[in-house]
């Protein structure tokens, strides 16, 4: 069988937190070797960052998800870079970060955090994880 990795799963999320164990177990036998899971701000980095600690298989991204932004950039910029200082070598990503037009979130505050986090990547060298929406 072909071994797959699947690149954007947000395992983290309670809709597994019930039996990781066997979604992960079941993943595996459809032949999902790797996992990479994008955060979505600095209320879920810390479970990706232990997701990936406590299973080798899994990667973590981190960042702002356009959804989920922190109203205070001013704050929440330090803690991202804080964060990427003291990442393992399991965080491969910044993300998930991007754009969605669907959402009320102003386009403008998108637009910065979009930008902050892509300088971040060219800084630390990392790919990112875009979210694209309308
Ligand atoms: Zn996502």
Redesign the pocket.
Do not use: L, V
């Given at each position: 069988m072909t071994a797959l990795f699947d690149t954007?799963c947000?395992f983290d999320f309670r809709q597994f937190g019930g039996d990781f164990d066997s979604e992960l177990s079941a993943a595996k036998q459809q032949g999902v070797e790797r996992f990479l899971i994008?955060s979505v701000n600095e209320d879920n980095w810390l479970a990706v960052q232990q997701l990936s600690y406590q299973y080798p298989e899994i990667y973590h991204a981190l960042g702002f998800?356009p959804w989920f932004l922190p109203s205070q950039p001013a704050k929440a910029l330090p803690s991202l870079v804080q964060a990427l200082e003291q990442r393992s070598s399991q965080c491969v990503a910044i993300g998930?970060c991007g754009l969605d037009f669907v959402t009320d979130t102003p386009s403008d505050r998108q637009e910065s955090y979009l930008s902050m986090q892509l300088e971040l990547a060219q800084q630390y060298d990392l790919p990112v994880i875009l979210?694209c929406r309308k």
């Open positions: 954007h947000h994008p998800h998930e979210h």
